[in-house]
């Protein structure tokens, strides 16, 4: 019986201190999320026609409703995490738009494009595996244009 006690104890505080178990959506951010992954598929279509790929996408949800993303801009204003992640995917269409060396090295290097949050100071551009992890930042402005040219470095 001390077992189940002790096991149970042991759940609670993994989930309490690791945060294990992620809360479920509110309506709300299901509908503002449904409208986002929508915005982001749209990016990835488009990005896979212009590369001739089968890239995917995630997004860390949890980590950006944890956010008010109501206030979160730099002027304390709402922000679209369908704009953010759907830039970081636009940089990677654009790169093979724009050159025939560019869309061999998205085609070599790019399997899947992962998004999330990351806080103020945070944003950065990863490529490891196949993955081109996107960290936002909300205090820095959504460009594709400057995301598309900092992973050409990474390339």
Same mark, same amino acid.
């Given at each position: 019986m001390s077992h189940k006690f002790l096991a149970l104890g042991m759940v609670v505080l993994a989930t309490g201190v690791y945060g294990l178990a992620a809360a479920e959506p509110t309506l709300a951010? $299901? /509908?503002t999320m449904k409208a986002w992954q929508e915005q982001i598929d /749209?990016?990835?279509k488009f990005a896979n026609d212009n590369c001739g790929t089968k890239i995917t996408a995630t997004v860390d949800w949890d980590a950006f409703f944890k956010v008010d993303l109501d206030k979160a801009s $730099? @002027? /304390?204003g709402a922000v679209s995490v369908g704009q953010y992640c759907g830039d970081a995917i636009a940089a *990677? &269409? %654009?790169l093979c738009t724009i050159s025939k060396d560019g869309k061999e090295a998205v085609t070599k290097h790019i399997t &899947? *494009?992962?998004c999330k949050y990351g806080g103020p100071g945070k944003r950065s551009i990863a490529l490891a595996k196949g993955v081109f992890t996107f960290t936002v930042d909300f205090q820095v402005g959504? %460009? @594709?244009v400057d995301i598309r040219q900092d992973l050409a470095k990474k390339m």
């Open positions: 951010q $299901k /509908g /749209g990016q990835l $730099k @002027s /304390g *990677v &269409s %654009n &899947s *494009v992962a959504s %460009n @594709s």
